[in-house]
Nanobody
Framework: QVQLVESGGGLVQPGGSLRLSCAAS???????????MGWYRQAPEKQRELVARITSDGSTNYADSVEDRFTISRDNAKNMVYLQMNSLKPEDTAVYYC???????????WGQGTQVTVSS
């Protein structure tokens, strides 16, 4: 099994920056089979949506709304994934979740989420 723990959320003013971190833990059998990791977010009364994701070889894709403002990165050796968020807007306010995909096993794991609030 894989456990994911997010950190780095908080309150920030519009235009500010935050860096989210996600730590993956578990047995080597599971960790070695993580193909893709990503960040999703869910605002109040809205569906959870993809923010950004990254594959084990470093390929990335982003939601249009965060392109050029957010950067996802991954440290495979440390089983960490990061989301650098710049030029934050009030509409970025949401709970941000980390997700790991183990495609060969047909499994996915989610973290508990971290709150990001962008407000003056």
């Amino acid at each position: 099994q894989v456990q994911l723990v997010e950190s780095g959320g908080g309150l920030v003013q519009p235009g500010g920056s935050l860096r989210l971190s996600c730590a993956a833990s578990g047995g080597n059998f599971w960790l070695s089979r993580i193909n893709r990791m990503g960040w999703y977010r869910q605002a109040p009364e809205k569906q959870r949506e993809l923010v950004a994701r990254i594959t084990s070889d470093g390929s990335t894709n982003y939601a249009d709304s965060v392109e050029d403002r957010f950067t996802i990165s991954r440290d495979n050796a440390k089983n960490m994934v990061y989301l650098q968020m710049n030029s934050l807007k009030p509409e970025d306010t949401a709970v941000y979740y980390c997700k790991a995909d183990l495609l060969s096993l047909g499994r996915e794991y989610w973290g508990q989420g971290t709150q990001v609030t962008v407000s003056s």
